[in-house]
């Protein structure tokens, strides 16, 4: 299957995505072997548009990766969701360290913050950043256990994901990254692409109320990711993912 780039349509002078994928690059290329699997899903998402990239979550180069081989592959540029204390100087676990670095970066590039609360607040504005991002023809990133998982499982999603979906009608793509230790050599991460999820046709001719669609939305995301990450499921939310 041939992919198609979408035009650039961004604004180059305020927009600093593409040098932040160069950084990003260099900075990956020495630890990581990035290794892409199920391209083909991947391509078939993006002939038909933008879409919520769902992603498990173990190391601070997961979202860096993500981005790379998205862009590299189809010319989409993924605008990833983080905690808002990043985008408050918060830096490196809330230490302030990098704090000012982390949070120009974000702003340059295009990424956004996001309430880990589940606050009626904050799902509106994940819905508005969701609606911007996709009109702009650029997919949206998000991490949906809120928080990296200390212990290797896989966490419950928190609700923005499904809900940012369902209420913008954006299809859900499923990704499991693996990672291999090397000693003394990069390590390798496998990025798995899936299935898209279209929330439209999710239950069917059911019709579905909204929330019964959003936890479908949620358990469908979660059971490919596992299956796609080879994880298992923690069936409770992360302990740090809260607000935290």
């Given amino acids: 299957m041939t992919e198609q780039f979408p035009e650039d349509t961004s604004d180059t002078t305020n927009d600093h995505f593409e040098s932040g994928h160069k950084l990003a690059s260099l900075v990956l290329a020495p630890r990581y072997a990035i290794r892409p699997v199920g391209l083909d899903n991947l391509f078939e998402q993006t002939q038909r548009g933008p879409a919520i990239v769902a992603a498990n979550h173990l190391r601070m180069a997961d979202s860096f990766a993500i981005a790379k081989v998205i862009f590299d592959e189809t010319g989409y540029k993924t605008r990833f969701g983080a905690?808002?204390?990043?985008?408050?100087?918060?830096?490196?676990?809330?230490t302030g360290i990098l704090g000012g670095s982390i949070q120009r970066y974000l702003e340059r590039t295009g990424q956004f913050p996001v309430d880990r609360t589940g606050s009626i607040a904050g799902l509106k504005r994940l819905k508005a950043d969701t609606e911007r991002i996709v009109e702009d023809g650029d997919m949206i990133g998000l991490h949906f256990e809120g928080t990296r998982s200390r212990d290797g499982r896989l966490y419950e999603p928190l609700p923005g994901m499904a809900f940012a979906s369902v209420e913008t009608g954006a299809p859900i793509l499923p990704v499991g990254l693996r990672y291999t230790d090397r000693f003394a050599r990069r390590a390798i991460l496998e990025i798995h692409f899936g299935d898209a999820i279209d929330p439209a046709t999710v239950g069917g001719e059911s019709r579905l109320p909204g929330a019964k669609r959003r936890q479908l939305i949620s358990e469908l995301t979660v059971q490919a990711v596992a299956e796609l990450s080879g994880q298992t499921r923690a069936f409770t939310f992360a302990p740090t993912s809260r607000g935290k």
């Avoid at 905690?83 to 809330?94: A, C, L, R, W």
């Fill in 83 to 94: 905690k808002e204390d990043y985008f408050n100087g918060g830096g490196i676990n809330d």
